[in-house]
C-alpha cells in the first residue's frame, strides 16, 4: 500500500495533476469520498462543461496574491487545454466572453480525465473517507479503506460550494493541521436574496432576463441579470457577489447601450403624446416597465416630463441600487472565495514552503476565477504544476 504519491480529491485538479505525475513514472493512488470521480465537472456548464477561457489572465482571479496565479497559468495556458482536448476528439464551441464549452457532454471530460489517468497507471480509490493523516519519513492516510503510504501528498479538496455534491473542509483542516495559514472563506459567484419590502416588490419579477451592468467596489459586470422568486441571478449577479460584502448595494445599469435621457428627448419629437411606459417598453421588458413605473418613474406622456423627471429617470434606469440582504451561500455558489494562504506556497510547483512534499492545488487555495471558463482553467494549471514537481 505504498506509493510516490497519494491525491485526495478525484476532480478536475486531482485527476489532472495524477494524470500529469504518473506520465512522469511516478506510482500515483487518487483517493475521493464520492462515488464517481468528477461529479462536479458532470454539472458544470448546464452539462456542457465551460473548459476554459481564451482570455484568461492573472486579472480574471481573486487572491489575497494576485500574482500568485501567472506562473501555472503560464506553463499550462488554455491553448495547452484546447490541445489536450483535441487530441482526445472533444469538440467543442465558443460563446461570448472566450468561454469555452464542449459541443456534446461534460461527461467527455470526465472520460478523458479517466483515460488519462488510466494510461499513466493511477490507481483509484473512490467510497473512500479519509480519517486521519500523520507524517513520519512520508505521509500515512488512515481511511475507512485501509492505510496508505507516499512520500508525496496532494491536496485536491476543492472548497465548500455545492456540498451536496460532497463538497467538505477537508483540505482545510488539513492545511490548519500541518501549520498552513488560511483566508478567511465565503461563497462566491453566488445568487442573491433579497428580503422584506424589497423582495416582496420584485418577486413579481421573477423569470425576466435582461443585459445590464453590475458593479460594486469599482468591479463591473456586462452580462445578463436573471429575476428569480428569492432575488436575483444570473451571469451578471454571480460575477459581482465575489465582490460584495454584507452591508453593500449593488448598482446596476438597466439599460447599458443607451443614453435614456437623450433617447426619450429623441421620441418626444417622435411620440410625444405617448405614456412613459409605451415607450420604455421598446427598450425593457413590459413587466419590468410597469414595476419601475409604479414605484421610480412618472407614468406621464414623455413631451410632460421636466428636466428634473429625465433626470430621475436616468437615476432609476442608469443607476438603480438595491442591498441584498445575503448569498445564497454555499448551497448554490459555483466557487469557494479565501482558502489555503498562498503565501504559504510555491507560485511554481503549488508544495508548501515549509511542509516539503505537501501540496495544495486547485480552489482549495486562495484563487478565485471569474464565471466564464477560469476555475478550470486554475484546476489544470494548478494540477499541472503540482504533478511536474511531486
Known sequence: MKFDVIIIGAGAAGLMCAAEAGKRGRKVLLLDHAQKAGEKIRISGGGRCNFTNLYTTASDYLSQNPH????????????DTIAMFDDAGIRWHEREHGQLFCDDS????????????????????????????????????????????????????????????????????????????????RAGLAPFRLTGEAHEQLKTLAGISL?????????????????????????????????????????????????????????CHKHGKQALRTVLSELLPKRLVLHWCHKYLPDLPIQQLSSSQLHSIEQAIHHWQFKPAATEGYRTAEVTLGGIDTGELSSKTMQAKHVPNLYFIGEVMDVTGHLGGFNFQWAWASGYAAGQSV
Not at 68 to 79: H, V
Not at 129 to 146: K, P, Y
Not at 223 to 243: C, D, K, N, V
Not at 244 to 265: F, H, T
Open 106 to 185: 461534460a461527461k467527455q471530460v470526465i472520460k478523458l480525465l479517466l483515460e488519462l489517468c488510466h494510461q499513466a497507471s493511477v490507481s483509484m480509490q473512490l467510497n473512500c473517507r479519509i480519517e486521519n493523516i500523520t507524517q513520519n519519513n512520508g505521509f500515512q492516510v488512515q481511511s475507512n479503506l485501509g492505510t496508505f503510504e507516499a512520500q508525496a501528498l496532494v491536496v485536491a479538496t476543492g472548497g465548500l460550494s455545492i456540498p451536496k455534491m460532497g463538497a467538505t473542509g477537508l483540505g482545510y483542516q488539513i492545511a490548519q493541521q500541518f501549520g498552513l495559514k488560511l483566508i478567511e472563506t
Open 68 to 79: 500568485f496565479c501567472k506562473s501555472a497559468l503560464a506553463r499550462f495556458t488554455p491553448y
Open 211 to 267: 443585459p445590464v451592468i453590475a458593479s460594486c467596489h469599482e468591479q463591473s459586470f456586462e452580462e445578463a441579470l436573471l429575476f428569480t422568486h428569492r432575488g436575483m441571478s444570473g451571469p451578471a449577479i454571480l460575477q459581482i457577489s465575489s465582490y460584495w460584502q454584507e452591508g453593500d448595494s449593488i448598482n446596476i445599469n438597466l439599460l447599458p447601450k443607451i443614453n435614456i435621457q437623450a433617447w426619450l428627448k429623441e421620441q
